[in-house]
């Protein structure tokens, strides 16, 4: 790194740690160029990515590397659905009345397009059940060709979660039942008082079924119309983009390597998961999600390509895109590798770096290999100022999950959540530069003790068996603490205006307890807080500087 470094020789390791007073140049001057207006947010599929994919190859390729993409090039190509827009053929007439599209109805993601006329025929909540003796078609007669109007929720207690049919209220699950009983479309309504409406997310790769599904907000319209005759009409563009990973190598002709990788992608003007709360759009230039770490990625190819004591191993640097849109890039490389899977020895990942505050490094993972322990040990000499915060899992929202889920060993680094996370205010001012040196060089250190051990062994973690993602019916509003290690969730943040801001829950706090659940990590307060249901009401025990504090929520 150019003027990156003042070195502190640690004999015993053999390892170089920065200190304070660098200027840190190369990584200031990396996040300033990615996090910059100019990159608008380097949303997948965009120019803005591209011009990002084609600093990090020319990066890349300073650094020594040679392209590892398709071909010969540095890039990995791969399709992205960034969302579907309304074609000119959407439209609800009810009893001779014409509905407005995107306002009064609009298409769910699963529906098929095309134009269908028939009598609306209520079908109760849709579902069949024998196991619970529910059957809301049960009598019903020449229902081929009728239009099916369905509740969304459910009979008891409108969308109660303990319900013991609570299972049954995925839409698209009803609409199947409905094709399959030969509707001829499917229109949703919501009369329940505990039920979202629901929200298209047209950015899911689902497969649509053949028949048009809508929702609509004019319940006591179409209850007025039933028996009578309606046309609706779908139709769905899908915007399909591509999408590109960045992938640099460094053969050393040994027999493994090493994948070390960061997201470049961010949410563009506001796209997929933005947090922001202000009515117009504005960049989001994601300095520490995550040029920061993409910048400590591109100076870990020069320090490896410089130092002969690395060249027991391969390396393979990638730059994934289409993470913030559920791990695409990183999915696709490993369904689609450049180099052979069993040839990879373990993966190490940078996701938001950037902004170490009280001395504090999340490391997530290390319960993947036996080995991590050690090297974990090796690499952290005894006085170094950071405090490791280590997780066993192998599972978290970010790249490491697509490799561990093809038994590799891996290891995520992370210092930590803020306020400015999701929002246009991440910008590379607020980076801690003097904190991601000291991760370039405990990355490196890893790397290095490493060179002395065969390929590290692999091993499920705990929660390992985990179906797919958790879905809530209601959001605390609250950011939680990834690198706290103790009994509790902690928060870093609170939303405002949501559940917790109006029921007073403050940074710091310590949920330790949801109603009748106990709350002993990030996993037990997913699981408490999936228990609840809109319009739920429930008393909250936070520690709040040394003391236990009740606070009634209400979702």
């Known amino acids: 790194m150019k003027k990156l470094y003042t070195f502190l020789f640690i004999l015993s390791a053999g390892f170089a740690y920065a200190q304070p007073g660098d200027d840190y140049a190369d990584l200031r001057e990396h996040v300033e160029i ?15 990515e591209q011009m990002a994919a084609d600093y990090i190859s020319k990066q890349f390729k300073l650094a020594g590397l040679t392209p590892k993409g398709d071909g010969k090039s540095f890039l990995q190509e791969f399709d992205v ?35 269908v006329s028939g009598k609306l025929e209520s079908v109760g909540y849709g579902i069949v059940s024998p196991d619970e003796g529910v059957n809301d078609y049960e009598g019903k007669k020449k229902l081929e060709g009728k239009i099916f109007v369905i509740e969304t929720a459910t009979p008891i207690n409108g969308n109660n979660p303990h319900s013991v049919i609570a299972q049954f209220t995925d839409l698209r699950h009803k609409a199947k039942i409905a094709a399959e009983r030969g509707a001829a479309a499917v229109v949703f309504i919501n009369s329940g008082e505990n039920k979202d409406t629901p929200i298209p997310d047209y950015t899911r790769r689902i497969q649509a079924l053949d028949i048009p599904v809508i929702f609509t907000t004019k319940t006591k319209q179409i209850k007025k119309a039933l028996c009578k005759n309606a046309t609706v009409a779908t139709e769905l563009i899908a915007d399909e983009r591509k999408g590109y990973n960045v992938i640099g190598y460094m053969d050393n002709e ?9 997201h470049y992608d961010h949410l563009g003007y506001g796209a997929f998961g933005s947090l922001h709360t202000g009515k117009e759009p504005e960049v989001h230039n994601g300095a520490d999600d995550n040029a920061s770490g993409v910048s ?15 060249n027991d191993l391969n390396y393979l640097f990638i730059g994934f895109s289409g993470e913030e849109m559920g791990l695409l890039g990183s999915n696709y490389y490993v369904s689609s590798p450049t180099i052979p899977l069993e040839e990879i020895n373990y993966m190490l990942n940078m996701d938001m770096v950037g902004r170490i505050k009280n001395r504090t490094l999340t490391v997530q993972g290390t319960g993947t290999s036996p080995a991590w322990g050690n090297l974990i040990v090796k690499a952290t000499p005894q006085d170094w100022s950071l405090n490791i915060e280590s997780h066993e899992s192998g599972m978290a929202p970010t790249d ?12 995520s680094f992370f210092s ?9 205010a991440d910008d590379p001012e607020k980076l801690n530069y003097y904190g991601m040196s000291q991760v370039h060089d405990f990355i490196y250190a890893i790397i290095l003790a490493s060179q002395s051990e065969d390929k590290l062994a692999f091993q499920k973690t705990k929660d390992s068996q ?10 605390l509003g609250v950011m939680p603490n990834y690198g706290y290690s103790g009994d509790g969730m902690k928060i870093d943040g609170v939303s405002e205006g949501k559940a917790a801001d109006k029921a007073g829950f403050k940074p710091d706090d310590i949920i330790v307890k949801m109603g ?11 699981d408490a807080l999936g228990k609840f249901g809109k319009g739920d009401k429930t008393k909250i025990v936070v520690e709040r500087e040394g003391e236990e504090v009740e606070l009634e929520v209400e979702f």
Do not use: C, W
């Open 34 to 48: 990615l996090a910059s207006d100019e990159m608008e947010g380097r949303e997948t599929g965009t120019k803005g």
């Open 81 to 115: 659905l960034a969302g579907k827009f309304y074609g000119k053929n959407n439209s609800l007439i009810v009893k001779g009345e014409s509905l407005q599209a995107g306002a009064d109805f609009y298409a769910l993601e699963f529906s098929g397009n095309g134009k």
């Open 254 to 262: 040994a027999e493994n390597t090493v994948v070390i990788g960061a």
């Open 296 to 310: 400590v990625m591109i100076e870990l190819a020069k320090s490896l390509k410089n130092n002969e004591q690395t």
């Open 400 to 411: 490491i999950t697509s490799f561990y889920l093809k038994d590799i060993p891996v290891l």
């Open 416 to 424: 930590g959540t803020h306020s400015d996370y999701h929002k246009p």
């Open 466 to 475: 985990q179906q797919g993602r958790q879905r809530f019916n209601v959001t």
């Open 516 to 526: 009748d659940y106990e709350v002993k990590d990030i996993y037990q307060y997913m």
